[in-house]
């Protein structure tokens, strides 16, 4: 429906032919896609006509407007009538070039292929074997290319994550490279670092097995030349511890006191803290920084932890490390946030000795590194580990001791395990998963996932948009196909209509081509003739229809023949039609010429009616008008008779004043038989129904006899009655009919002349007689003269004591000349002067004789009981 | 004296035209149907016939019909009396026979027995009078 909203609304149309032509006009822009569309539409429409079993033809008339304003047409034929193949020819014209493509489809396969030419002789030639130079297996189907892109789609998606997994992996792989040398740099600097803690402290330890004693001095000298700070950063402070026993405790502390070697005051304040009685005591000694000493005198002993590792440090001679450990202030008390650990280092009296027992015995003291891991993992990671890696470092109980750069998410990691003398710290070291990538190595991952998504999305919406296209095509043409069953379905309903009209007609309906073939026979037809249709149709009509006069049974056909012949409105004929069994049936038939819209004769429409009801119908009436006229005379003359004969003493003498009712009912009855016959007359003529026997006459004696018939009633009213001696003349009419009028006009100036004369005279003309009755009477006013012909109609203003008359006889005898081809009237009439009146017969031949012989000779064929 | 036969089913008219003839003074001799016409022409023998066209049993066409076949009936005049007023019922009786027509309704008694005596004395050569 909305393909022909859009066409009608653009001042086209989409029409069926009643002979499946359809024609299609648009008038529009011309762009690929219009012209996609109809031919898409019009192969659709094709395509289904086809699959629905019917053949279609399109004529397609479009003027599509190009910008250059120039018209194409667009026509569509079918080459190959039996073919495979839908062929549409489309001619349009492109920049004001003819541009000639035509659309081929195997309807069967649905394979198309479009042939352009932008030459026409080189077009058509094409067109006269289209098929020749086509491989239809070169021609993909439309499915497959849906199918090709649908694969593309997927290749694509499936080619751009691979790369992109790739890109990715790559990245990864590359980044994990650069953690994992991150990492491996990392720790060996940290062990590197430690390692050179420990060479440091056993450098240390030479100098105490070096000398028997060392002195506060000496140990400073020492302990600067290390440059703790610079050369080992992380280190907090060396310190020296001196094992000593309870019983030993006051010497030391009095050595310690006097130690003068850096102090020229010595320490007189130096104490042992906490000074609790332990089975050994490792003593705070030396603390190498000044001012740092405070925590001097201390005794390691009393914590478990130090004293544990210390002791297991002097039982294996070799550095050790404690455990996670809060560092100890200035005064001896661990500080709460401060976590670290010692790496002690056993100093002997000489080398480190071989046995346990001897170690033990040869122990003197011990050296112990004092690291905060703040310090420390600050020192050793900010040099090595980039900042971008987290790192979190956790003792041998698994706590965190150093946590840097936490990150989450998704993170490459490296666990390793750092042993620190005998302790074991686990570092993990985490980066993101691209870990060093710059921006355009990671964005390249993004843009290749980026650029195969648009590319797939892309093809997926050509895909779309073709497939979209194609299921408008295809709508458009199922819509078409609607508009078109539809209107095929009106024009069937309407065919339906006009056969269910026909048919319910009565009378019976043929219609003719130009030839005189029938192309049309209704039922009413089949019936009266007796013959079907299928006998008739397609046949001249003379073949099976004939037509025959109803006496003579000559060939009456005129009027079909007339009306063939352009003749319009003829008159109904009465002839009779033969009937398949032999019979032939009366039947009133009139023909009329069809015409086209220029005006020309294209055949005749023949309407015919079985008349037979109608003429027992008629003849019924007749049988009744007769009748009824017969039995109100029988009265009549009876009533008529019987009063002339009493009157005339034929029962005897009648008393003299019985004579005048008698004669007044005489009169009256006889007026009432005139009145009867008149109207008898009146309805005959008017039926056509009055028998006119024209014949060829002489009107002389006609005219001899009446006036010598009625003299003898003139006579009586001293009213000479005579005829004017004249030529004779010939004429034609019904002398029967011709006396009767005589008679009337006589008869009516005899009603109207007391005196003076009527005289009868003739005067030849052209073509015709006049007949003149001229009387010397009253006379008729002007306004009298216009009514005297109408039925009933009386002069009454001369009438007072004259005979009555019907008022019908100047109506009868009027209308019985006219029918003979002549005119009856009032020639000349003075009130008191008298009239003339006149009526004129056709001589034989004239024009009005014919005609006038025509026409009764047709009532005469309708009515063949005419009385 | 001249006999006349007169064929009519309606009394009315058997009454009048045999008082007329009677006081015209013809022999009257009436019949009901032209069956009883038949008979009375071979038991009367008259010089005159006039006859009705519309009668049960036979009506006037068939009389002359009748009339017609049987040699020894021919030559007697006979005049149709009718009320049918048509100009083909006159050319019928007229082809039949008759040698005139009158419409009862139409004509006076006396032209009737006028009619009668133009025949039978031969003064008239004109046969019908519509």
């Not at chain 1, 062929?87 to 070039?97: D, F, H, P």
């Not at chain 1, 289209?130 to 499915?143: E, G, V, Y």
């Not at chain 1, 005006?599 to 015919?608: I, K, L």
């Not at chain 2, 002359?64 to 083909?88: C, Y």
């Amino acid at each position: 429906m909305f393909l022909r909203r859009r066409l009608e609304s653009a001042d086209n149309s989409v029409n069926l032919d009643p002979d499946g032509v359809i024609r299609l006009t648009y008038k529009g822009p011309q762009t690929r896609q219009t012209l996609r569309t109809l031919t898409d539409t019009l192969l659709g429409i094709m395509a289904e006509q086809r699959g629905a079993g019917k053949k279609v033809r399109i004529i397609a008339d479009m003027r599509l407007i190009t910008h250059t304003d120039s018209s194409a047409r667009l026509e569509s034929k079918w080459f190959l009538e039996e073919a495979d193949f839908d062929v549409l020819a489309i001619v349009g014209n492109r920049y004001l070039q003819p541009l000639i493509f035509f659309v081929l489809r195997d309807f069967r396969s649905g394979k198309k292929i479009v042939k352009y030419f932008t030459d026409e002789r080189r077009a058509s030639k094409w067109a006269s074997n289209p098929t020749r130079d086509i491989n239809f297996n070169q021609l993909k189907p439309h499915s497959r290319f849906k199918w090709a892109v649908v694969a593309m789609i997927v290749l694509i998606a499936g080619s751009t994550l691979s790369s992109w997994f790739q890109v990715k992996h790559r990245l990864e792989v590359e980044a994990r490279g650069r953690f994992d040398a991150v990492v491996s740099n990392n720790i060996e600097h940290i062990t590197d670092r430690l390692g050179i803690y420990t060479e440091a402290l056993y450098g240390f330890r030479g100098l105490f097995h070096s000398s028997d004693e060392v002195n506060e001095r000496e140990y400073q000298a020492y302990f600067d030349s290390l440059e703790l700070s610079k050369k080992y950063p992380g280190i907090n402070s060396i310190n020296y511890n001196t094992s000593l026993t309870d019983a030993e405790i006051p010497a030391f502390i009095d050595s310690i006191r006097n130690d003068r070697s850096l102090n020229p005051e010595g320490d007189p304040d130096f104490t042992i803290s906490p000074n609790k009685n332990h089975e050994e005591h490792f003593i705070v000694t030396y603390v190498g920084v000044k001012n740092v000493g405070s925590n001097r005198g201390v005794d390691l002993a009393d914590n478990e932890e130090r004293r544990t590792t210390l002791q297991a440090a002097r039982d294996s001679g070799l550095p050790t490390a404690t455990e996670t450990i809060r560092l100890l202030d200035a005064q001896g008390r661990e500080q709460p946030n401060v976590k670290g650990f010692l790496v002690t280092i056993p100093v002997y009296k000489d080398d480190v000795p071989q046995t346990l027992a001897e170690r033990r015995a040869a122990h003197k003291g011990f050296l112990n590194a004092v690291f905060d891991y703040q310090k420390l993992f600050n020192q050793t990671i900010a040099d090595t580990v980039p900042d971008n890696v987290a790192v979190q470092i956790k003792d041998s109980s698994g706590a965190v001791v150093y946590d840097r750069n936490h990150v989450t998410g998704d993170l490459i990691a490296s666990t390793v395990s750092i042993p620190i003398a005998g302790q074991s710290f686990t570092m993990e070291i985490q980066a993101p998963k691209l870990y060093g990538a710059n921006r355009a190595e990671r964005a390249l991952a993004f843009y290749v996932l980026a650029f195969g998504i648009t590319l797939a999305g892309l093809l997926a919406m050509v895909l779309w948009l073709q497939d979209r296209g194609r299921k408008r095509a295809v709508e458009l043409a199922s819509a078409m196909t609607e508009d078109i069953k539809t209107e095929r379905n009106e024009a069937i309903a309407t065919k339906n209509k006009d056969e269910a009209i026909l048919s319910s007609i009565g009378d019976g309906v043929l219609v003719l081509d130009n030839d005189g073939n029938v192309i049309l026979f209704n039922q009413a037809a089949e019936r009266i003739s007796g013959m079907l249709a299928k006998e008739v149709l397609g046949k001249p009509y003379k073949d099976t229809l004939i037509f025959q006069h109803e006496k003579t049974g000559a060939p009456a056909d005129d009027f079909i023949l007339r009306a063939l012949s352009g003749l319009d409105g003829e008159m109904a004929a009465r002839t009779v039609l033969k009937r398949k069994d032999g019979t032939a049936i009366p039947v009133a038939d009139s023909a009329a010429p069809i015409h086209n819209a220029e005006g020309q004769v294209v055949g005749a429409v023949v309407v015919f009616r079985d008349t037979t009801r109608e003429k027992q119908l008629e003849r019924m009436k007749d049988e009744l008008l007769s009748v009824a006229s017969h039995e109100l005379r029988t009265p009549m003359g009876a009533v008529r008779a019987n009063v002339s004969m009493i009157l005339e003493g034929d029962y005897g003498p009648v008393n003299k004043e019985l004579v005048e009712p008698l004669t007044d009912i005489k009169a009256s009855t006889v007026r009432l038989v005139e009145l009867v016959n008149d109207l008898l007359s009146v309805a005959r003529l008017e039926a056509g129904r009055m028998k006119f026997t024209l014949s060829e006459f002489d009107i002389q004696p006609i005219l001899k006899g009446e006036v010598g018939n009625l003299a003898p009633l003139g006579k009586e009213k001293d009213v000479e009655i005579v005829l004017k001696p004249c030529d004779p003349a010939t004429v034609q009419a019904d002398p029967d009919k011709v006396k009767q009028v005589l008679n009337n006009l006589i008869g009516n100036s005899l009603k109207f002349t007391d005196q003076g004369s009527i005289t009868v005279e003739t005067a030849p003309q052209q073509d015709k007689v006049e007949i003149a009755v001229v009387d010397t009477g009253v006379g008729i006013t002007p306004e009298d003269q216009q009514k005297l012909f109408g039925k009933f109609q009386q002069i009454t203003s001369v009438q007072d004591g004259k005979p009555a008359g019907t008022g019908l006889g100047l109506y009868i005898s009027r209308e019985m000349i006219r029918k003979m081809g002549g005119d009856l009237w009032i020639k000349h009439s003075e009130a008191g002067k008298g009239s003339t009146f006149a009526f004129t017969l056709p001589l034989p031949g004239s024009s009005e004789a014919t005609q006038a012989k025509q026409v009764i000779e047709q009532e005469s064929a309708s009515h063949p009981d005419q009385k | 004296m001249h006999k006349v036969l007169i064929i009519e089913d309606e009394p009315a008219y058997r009454k009048i035209y045999k008082r007329k003839f009677e006081v015209s003074g013809y022999e009257v001799e009436t019949a009901q149907n032209g069956v009883e016409g038949l008979e009375k022409m071979r038991s009367f023998s008259p010089h005159i016939v006039f006859v009705d066209l519309m009668m049960p049993q036979m009506d006037g066409f068939r009389f002359l019909d009748e009339i017609k076949s049987d040699a020894t009936l021919q030559g007697i005049p006979i005049v149709v009396l009718t009320n049918l007023s048509t100009s083909e019922d006159a050319q019928k009786v007229l082809e039949k026979g008759a040698l005139a027509i009158l419409v009862k309704s139409d004509t006076e008694p006396n032209a009737i027995v006028e009619k009668a005596n133009q025949i039978l004395t031969g003064a008239t050569t004109e046969s019908s009078q519509l």
